[in-house]
C-alpha cells in the first residue's frame, strides 16, 4: 500500500499464465517431490521404582502439582532436584478441572518463568497431573522434554508410563491429547503412605486390570495376598509397571494390542462422562466399566460365571464401587461412539478371554449390549 494510503491492484498476466500451463502440458511434464523423514528416533526411558534418586538438571525445571501433593510432598521432592532454576506450577485437584483450560494456564505460567526447549517439566501428582503435564509439555515450543513422579497408586501403575497425554471436553475422556513419552519415570512408594483408601482403591482397579487381561498367574496371585499387607505392593507395582512397559514396547501408539489395556474403560469413560467426573475417582469408574465388561463377555461365552465372580471377589476386597444406576439405556449407548478406539458405526469392546486373555472387537450385536445395559437400569 503506497504512503498516501491509496490502493493499488495487482493482477497476474493470464497470458503469462496460460501459456506456462500450456507449455507444461505440451511436454507432458508432470512433478513428484519426496520428503524423505525416514529415521530411527529412540524413545525409550528408564522406569525407577524404589526411593526417589536425585534429579539432575542444567536448565530450568518446573514443577506441576496441585495444593494437596504440594503440602505433603513437595518439599521431599525440592530436596532431590538439582537445577539452575526451580519454579513451581500449582493448578486446581480434581478430574473436572482437567481440560483445555487448565492447559493454557499451565502454558501461560511457562511462558511467565521464560522457559526454553532445554527446559524441563516435572509432573508430581497423579494421573490428571500427569496427563496435563505431558501434554502441556508436548505443546510448549513445539514440546520439552517432561518426567513423570507419580504419587498416586494409579498413576503409579498405569498413568505414568507409556506417553499418553491430553485431556478432556463435553464429548469423553481423554479426546484431546498427544502421544509424548516422558524422559523418565521415578516410581517411589513411600508417597503412597498418605494415600486415602479410595485413592489406594482406585489403583487397585488398574492392576486387577492388568492381571486379567495379560496375566493368569498374576492374577491368582491377586487371590491370595492382600496388597495392604508387607511387601505385597511393591510386588504388584512391580508386576503391573512390567506388564504396561512390555505392552507399549509392542504397540506405542495404540494400534492393536495397546487397546487391550483399555478393558473397563469403554462403558467406565461413559459412566465418567455422565456423573461429570465428580461422583467417581477414574479407577472406581473403571471398575464398574471392568463388570459390565465381564457381563458382556459372559453373554457372549468368552468368560464364564465362576471367573466373573473371581474378578469381582478381588474388586471387593478393596471396597470398590461394582454398580452404577443407568438412566437411559440407549443415550448411554449412544456415548460409546465417542470412545477413541471406536470408528465411524462400529462400536470396539475390549472384553476379557477367561483370566489372562482379552479379545479386541467390533463385532458384538448392539441388541446383546443394551441387554446388558438394561441389567444396570434396576
Known amino acids: 500500500m503506497p504512503s498516501d494510503g491509496r490502493c493499488v491492484e495487482y493482477k497476474l498476466s493470464p497470458f503469462?499464465?496460460?501459456?506456462?500451463?500450456?507449455?507444461?502440458?505440451?511436454?507432458?511434464?508432470?512433478?513428484?517431490?519426496?520428503?524423505?523423514?525416514?529415521?530411527?528416533?529412540?524413545?525409550?526411558?528408564?522406569?525407577?521404582?524404589?526411593?526417589?534418586e536425585t534429579i539432575k538438571h542444567e536448565g530450568k525445571v518446573a514443577i506441576l502439582t496441585n495444593p494437596k501433593v504440594a503440602g505433603l510432598h513437595l518439599h521431599t521432592l525440592?530436596?532431590?532436584?538439582?537445577?539452575?532454576?526451580?519454579?513451581?506450577?500449582?493448578?486446581?485437584?480434581?478430574?473436572?478441572?482437567?481440560?483445555?483450560?487448565?492447559?493454557?494456564?499451565?502454558l501461560d505460567r511457562m511462558f511467565?518463568?521464560?522457559?526454553?526447549?532445554?527446559?524441563?517439566?516435572?509432573?508430581?501428582?497423579?494421573?490428571?497431573?500427569?496427563?496435563?503435564g505431558?501434554?502441556?509439555?508436548?505443546l510448549y515450543n513445539r514440546g520439552i522434554d517432561f518426567i513423570q513422579i507419580p504419587t498416586t497408586l494409579l498413576s503409579q501403575v498405569d498413568a505414568s508410563?507409556?506417553?499418553?497425554?491430553?485431556?478432556?471436553?463435553?464429548?469423553?475422556?481423554?479426546?484431546?491429547?498427544?502421544?509424548?513419552?516422558?524422559?523418565?519415570?521415578?516410581?517411589?512408594?513411600?508417597?503412597?503412605?498418605?494415600?486415602?483408601?479410595?485413592?489406594?482403591?482406585?489403583?487397585?482397579?488398574?492392576?486387577?486390570?492388568?492381571?486379567?487381561?495379560?496375566?493368569?498367574?498374576?492374577?491368582?496371585?491377586?487371590?491370595?495376598?492382600?496388597?495392604?499387607?508387607?511387601?505385597?505392593l511393591l510386588v504388584a507395582i512391580s508386576?503391573?509397571?512390567?506388564?504396561?512397559?512390555?505392552?507399549?514396547?509392542?504397540?506405542?501408539?495404540?494400534?492393536?494390542?495397546?487397546?487391550?489395556?483399555?478393558?473397563?474403560?469403554?462403558?467406565?469413560?461413559?459412566?465418567?462422562?455422565?456423573?461429570?467426573?465428580?461422583?467417581?475417582?477414574?479407577?472406581?469408574s473403571v471398575a464398574i466399566g471392568m463388570m459390565m465388561a465381564n457381563d458382556l463377555a459372559c453373554e457372549i461365552g468368552l468368560m464364564s460365571t465362576t471367573e466373573v465372580q473371581r474378578v469381582r471377589a478381588v474388586l471387593e476386597r478393596y471396597g470398590l464401587p461394582l454398580l452404577y444406576e443407568i438412566k437411559d439405556v440407549e443415550k448411554f449407548y449412544q456415548t460409546f461412539f465417542l470412545d477413541k478406539k471406536s470408528a465411524d458405526s462400529a462400536i470396539t469392546f475390549i472384553l476379557p478371554r477367561g483370566i489372562g486373555g482379552v479379545d479386541i472387537t467390533d463385532s458384538v450385536d448392539s441388541n446383546v449390549v443394551k441387554s446388558i445395559l438394561r441389567r444396570y437400569q434396576k
Open 239 to 284: 508386576k503391573a509397571v512390567e506388564t504396561k512397559a512390555g505392552v507399549v514396547e509392542e504397540d506405542e501408539k495404540e494400534q492393536g494390542l495397546r487397546a487391550a489395556l483399555n478393558y473397563g474403560h469403554t462403558f467406565g469413560h461413559v459412566i465418567e462422562n455422565e456423573t461429570h467426573y465428580e461422583t467417581y475417582l477414574h479407577g472406581e
Open 16 to 52: 503469462k499464465v496460460s501459456y506456462s500451463s500450456f507449455y507444461y502440458r505440451l511436454l507432458g511434464l508432470f512433478m513428484t517431490l519426496n520428503i524423505n523423514l525416514n529415521r530411527t528416533i529412540d524413545d525409550s526411558y528408564p522406569i525407577h521404582i524404589g526411593t526417589l
Open 134 to 138: 505431558g501434554f502441556a509439555s508436548s
Open 112 to 132: 511467565d518463568h521464560r522457559l526454553n526447549r532445554k527446559s524441563l517439566l516435572v509432573a508430581f501428582g497423579g494421573g490428571v497431573i500427569g496427563d496435563m
Open 161 to 232: 508410563v507409556g506417553g499418553k497425554t491430553g485431556v478432556n471436553n463435553r464429548f469423553g475422556k481423554n479426546l484431546i491429547g498427544a502421544f509424548h513419552q516422558p524422559r523418565a519415570v521415578h516410581i517411589d512408594p513411600s508417597f503412597l503412605h498418605t494415600l486415602p483408601p479410595r485413592e489406594f482403591a482406585a489403583g487397585v482397579a488398574e492392576i486387577v486390570k492388568m492381571a486379567v487381561t495379560f496375566n493368569l498367574s498374576f492374577f491368582e496371585w491377586l487371590e491370595k495376598n492382600d496388597l495392604r499387607e508387607g511387601d505385597n
Open 78 to 106: 525440592l530436596l532431590n532436584i538439582q537445577a539452575k532454576e526451580i519454579y513451581i506450577i500449582t493448578i486446581a485437584d480434581g478430574e473436572q478441572y482437567k481440560n483445555l483450560q487448565t492447559i493454557e494456564f499451565i
